[in-house]
Every structure is written in structure tokens, then in C-alpha cells.
């Protein structure tokens, strides 16, 4: 199966590229199926079937891909590989300053490292297509004050499916072969309009609700954080931080995809397969990482991290090795996990938490909170592998994220997941566009009951093959249902 060329076509836009990549792409997943389809890629046990389907080899996902002991690679690319080849903002060195998400966005659908003349050319298309329809503001607006931002977030992304190429295009007819043109129109729109949206949502739920005007002279971080209100510095930097733009650039980079099987990704693909459009399926996709045990959990482990920073300095001790040893201990013992460490997947440190350490240690090191988190870092791994109930005693991107938005002024904890969002909906849509390219078919896999399960088995001894007869195990000839 071949794979995408790393080059730059300079003069090209991205639809004119994916046009050129298109038919090779689907040969080859034609080509794919016709050698290999037939091949065992992974087992499933009963565990795993009960278990969540844990770690099953099923889903196709181009974009990105997550080994338990290297992290992620974006279309082959780890997170430190991308730093030094990624185009930055305007005036930026790339392997100093931090990559666009419309970087990353070029590469995850067409698999190749942008030129910076083509990044320009991204932001300029998303800026011409970041207009809401008229009635989307007052909808939000409308929301009562109690409305967690994430629900206001999926809401506001279903209100813009009036606007949907893709419905238009399946009404009128539109072959299967060309949905991936309506598919990649209505996902460039809604990553293009998300930000405004959460930046309402963001002025409404916690500020005066006023909104300054769209300014596509920036990139699409920049126009983010002036949109929610911030500065390029932020509004809680230290005098030598290097600013809240490049923070954004960074985390909206490093969380838009994570492949296929995590719910936000997951769901945005099942959804997605049934040939609902993008605005439908994101919004399915938004709805999994408002759980707390997917991306809410960014915001419950800053809580948590801040609760445990006061319960050491009311205690009387400062912030040191042995006091975070001692209360991770305490927590421990109380029956009690410690949240931000481990991962279903990973078993090292994530990735993209050591990228936003390596960003605190160089442009915050004095901020307290930090100050929490690194030392959380330098000795909870070793109380967990102590404990020894913890597969992943290592930090991942929740333990990290928290505290870098607290620095630059962005305290409200309830919001964070919308940033999520923003981020995570680049990487569930490039997918998206080339489940259509592809043609990939309505996702169905086959449920089982525990009924059948036991039926199946029997037990244990006639499964294997094997019955106990006068303490001895002797091979007999059963027939297994």
C-alpha cells in the first residue's frame, strides 16, 4: 500500500491537492481489502467484549495512530517531529516557536507537511467561511446561565446543520463516489465557525456577554483568544511568558486527534457512517468528551490538582517531594485515585503532556501551580508503581493542560473541554472527510448476551478440551458448541 509523499506544493490549495491524491487513495484501500482482508488483526476475548472492547483491532482511522509505548503519530509523525517541520505563525522558527492547528489540519487529511504559502492560504479559507447563520447567536445567548458550556458547544453545532453541503448534496442526488466533496465543504465550515461559537459561549457563561468583532488579520488562535477576550499575552502571565497565542497554537495542536478508538472519535465516525453529516456527527462526537471519563477529565483533574495543593499548604508544609509523597499516600490509602495518571492505551509518559511540561519549564517555571504539577510528576509515578494497582503509574495530557490555562488567566475550569472540542472536531472531520472518500459502510458490529456467552462455553473444562477425571486431566472428544 503506498503512502502519501512528504512534500510542499506551494502553489496549490488544499482541495486541489486532495483532488490530485483522491483516486490513489482509494485504489489503494481497494488494493488493501482485496490482499489482506481475510487476515486475523486482532482477537477479541470475553473480557474485552464485557471490558469496553478494549484494545480490539477494528476501525480503520487514517489520520493518527496511538502505540502504548511511542504516544501518537500524526500521519507518522510524533509530536517532536512536528515541532521542528510544521509551519508556525508569521515571523515564527519553526522548532522554537509552536506549530498551527491549521498546520496539522493539512496534514492529517492530506498526509503531507504543508508549505507555509499553503498554511496562509488554509487560514485565509477558513477565515472566509467563519460566518454564523443569523439564528445560531440568539440560540446561545438564549441558553440559561446553568448550561454547562459543552452542552451549549454540541447544541450550537447542531443549530449549524441548516447550513449543511453535504444534506443538500444527498437530497439532490449526488453519486456515493463524490460525497467527499460536500463532506470536506461542510468540515472546513464548521472548524471554521467553532471558534466564534465558543467564544460566544465562553463570553456569555462567564463575562459580560460582549464579543469583539472577527479579525481575520490573525491566524486561527490569535482571532480565538481576542474573540474570548485575551491579549496575545494573556491576562495571568509572568512578564517572561512567551504568550497565550502560542499556548493556544500548541493545544490545539497536540489534542485534535488521538485515532480512532477513544469516544470522541469513535462516536463521530459511528455516527458519521450512517451517512449523518458533519454537523450531526461532531455533535455526537461532542457529546462523549463531555463524560468524565474522556474529555470533562481536564477540567476534573485541575480541581483535583487544586484541592491537593491546599490540603498540603494547610497542613502547614510547603509544596516539596516528601509533602506530595505524604498526601499521595494519604489519598491513596483513603481509598482514593489519584486523577491524571494512567491511560487505557499508553503505558509511558503521554506525550502530549511532556510537550506542555517541556513549554512550562521554559516559559513558566516560577508559576506555583506548576510548581504542584512538576513535582506530582517527579514522584506519584513512584508511589503508584509502589502501590501496584496501577498498569500506567505515568502523567497524561489532563495532568498538564490545566495549569497552563490557569497561568494565562483562563481560570474557568467548566470551559476547558470546550477548548477540547475546538481542537479534537480537526482531527474527527479530516476523518471524516476520508471515511467518504473511501467509502467506508455503516458501522455494525454484532452484539452478543451474557446468555450466550455462557451457552457457548459451557465451562471452562469442555472449552479447552479437556475434563477432570480422577484428579487427572484427560483429553476427551467434546463437541463445543
Avoid at 57 to 81: A, Q, V
Avoid at 222 to 235: C, V
Avoid at 414 to 420: E, I, P
Avoid at 441 to 468: A, C, M, V, Y
Amino acid at each position: 500500500m503506498s503512502s502519501f509523499p512528504c512534500r510542499a506544493f506551494s502553489s496549490t490549495t488544499l482541495r486541489e491537492r486532495l483532488v490530485e491524491i483522491l483516486p490513489q487513495k482509494q485504489q489503494d484501500i481497494i488494493k488493501l481489502n482485496k490482499e489482506h482482508g481475510d487476515k486475523i488483526v486482532g482477537t477479541c476475548n470475553v473480557s474485552q467484549c464485557i471490558g469496553g472492547m478494549r484494545s480490539v483491532k477494528c476501525m480503520l482511522w487514517e489520520t493518527s495512530l496511538l502505540d502504548s509505548m511511542e504516544g501518537i503519530r500524526f500521519r507518522g509523525y510524533t509530536i517532536p517531529e512536528l515541532q521542528g517541520k510544521l509551519p508556525v505563525y508569521e515571523g515564527g522558527v519553526k522548532g522554537e516557536n509552536e506549530s498551527i492547528p491549521e498546520s496539522i489540519l493539512w496534514l492529517l487529511l492530506t498526509g503531507e507537511i504543508p508549505s507555509d504559502t499553503q498554511v496562509r492560504g488554509l487560514t485565509a479559507d477558513l477565515h472566509s467561511r467563519a460566518e454564523l447563520p443569523a439564528h445560531v447567536e440568539p440560540m446561545i445567548r438564549a441558553f440559561p446561565e446553568s448550561m454547562h458550556p459543552m452542552t451549549q458547544l454540541s447544541s450550537a453545532v447542531l443549530a449549524l446543520q441548516t447550513e449543511s453541503k453535504f444534506v443538500m448534496a444527498y437530497n439532490s442526488g449526488v453519486h456515493k463516489t463524490n460525497f467527499w466533496d460536500s463532506a470536506l465543504e461542510d468540515s472546513l465550515d464548521l472548524i471554521a465557525k467553532l471558534p466564534r461559537i465558543a467564544a460566544l459561549i465562553y463570553r456569555k457563561t462567564f463575562h459580560d456577554g460582549s464579543i469583539c468583532d472577527y479579525n481575520s488579520s490573525l491566524d486561527y488562535s490569535a482571532n480565538f483568544n481576542r474573540m474570548m477576550g485575551f491579549p496575545s499575552h494573556g491576562k495571568g502571565a509572568s512578564s517572561s511568558g512567551i504568550g497565550f497565542d502560542e499556548l493556544m497554537r500548541m493545544y490545539l495542536t497536540i489534542h485534535c486527534d488521538h485515532e480512532g478508538g477513544n469516544a470522541s472519535a469513535h462516536a463521530t465516525h459511528l455516527v458519521g457512517s450512517t451517512l449523518a453529516d458533519p454537523y450531526l456527527s461532531l455533535s455526537g462526537g461532542l457529546n462523549a468528551l463531555a463524560g468524565p471519563l474522556h474529555g470533562l477529565a481536564n477540567q476534573e483533574v485541575l480541581k483535583w490538582t487544586i484541592k491537593f495543593q491546599n490540603k498540603i499548604l494547610e497542613s502547614g508544609s510547603e509544596i516539596n517531594k516528601a509533602s506530595v509523597t505524604k498526601a499521595a499516600w494519604d489519598t491513596l490509602n483513603a481509598g482514593q485515585v489519584i486523577p491524571g495518571f494512567g491511560h487505557a492505551v499508553l503505558r509511558k509518559t503521554d506525550p502530549r503532556y511532556t510537550v506542555q511540561r517541556e513549554f512550562a519549564l521554559k516559559h513558566m517555571p516560577d508559576d506555583p501551580l506548576f510548581g504542584v504539577v512538576k513535582t506530582m510528576y517527579e514522584v506519584i509515578p513512584e508511589v503508584l508503581k509502589e502501590h501496584g494497582k496501577t498498569k500506567n503509574p505515568f502523567p497524561n495530557v489532563d495532568a498538564h493542560s490545566g495549569c497552563l490555562l490557569q497561568h494565562y488567566g483562563l481560570v474557568e475550569e467548566d470551559f476547558y473541554t470546550c477548548l477540547f472540542g475546538v481542537s479534537r472536531a480537526i482531527g474527527v472531520l479530516s476523518q471524516y472527510f476520508w471515511d467518504r472518500a473511501l467509502g467506508l459502510p455503516l458501522e455494525r458490529p454484532k452484539s452478543i448476551t451474557s446468555e450466550w456467552i455462557q451457552n457457548h462455553f459451557i465451562d471452562e473444562d469442555k472449552f479447552s478440551g479437556w475434563s477432570h477425571k480422577d484428579g487427572q486431566f484427560d483429553q476427551t472428544s467434546i463437541k463445543v458448541p
